[in-house]
């Protein structure tokens, strides 16, 4: 069964920067679409960004345009989320899924499985 695991959260200052990674047990990822989501506390879950099997396709939230960059490692077969010039609203909890209508629609969570445990990003002074 595919399970996926998420990799690189931690404590930043903001304006900082961190890189999360997606990866999948014994599986590699590369037929599938991704996305990364996050929840903060309190909030119901957001899709942040999305890419297609091939990379063609690469969406983002409009709270993440310009400071966020999706891309996929086809060397270590992992999906990574660059957060650059991070913000105290961008705290949260993120977590990847695979998107299984490879649409990356991310208002169609129903698309998405596979969901990681989860990694803590903290923007704080």
């Known amino acids: 069964q595919l399970q996926l695991v998420e990799s690189g959260g931690g404590l930043v200052q903001p304006g900082g920067s961190l890189r999360l990674s997606c990866a999948a047990s014994?599986?590699?990822?590369?037929?599938?679409?991704i996305g990364w989501f996050r929840q903060a506390p309190g909030k119901e879950r957001e899709g942040v960004s999305c890419i297609t099997a091939t990379g063609g396709t690469r969406k983002y939230a409009d709270s993440v345009k310009g400071r966020f960059t999706i891309a996929r490692d086809y060397v270590k077969s992992t999906v990574n989320l660059q957060m650059n010039n991070l913000k105290a609203e961008d705290t949260a909890v993120y977590y990847c899924?695979?998107?299984?209508?490879?649409?990356?629609?991310?208002?169609?969570?129903?698309?998405?499985?596979?969901w990681g445990q989860g990694t803590q990003v903290t923007v704080s002074p």
């Open positions: 014994g599986v590699p990822l590369d037929h599938y679409a």
């Open positions: 899924a695979v998107d299984f209508g490879a649409t990356c629609i991310m208002t169609r969570t129903d698309n998405f499985g596979s």
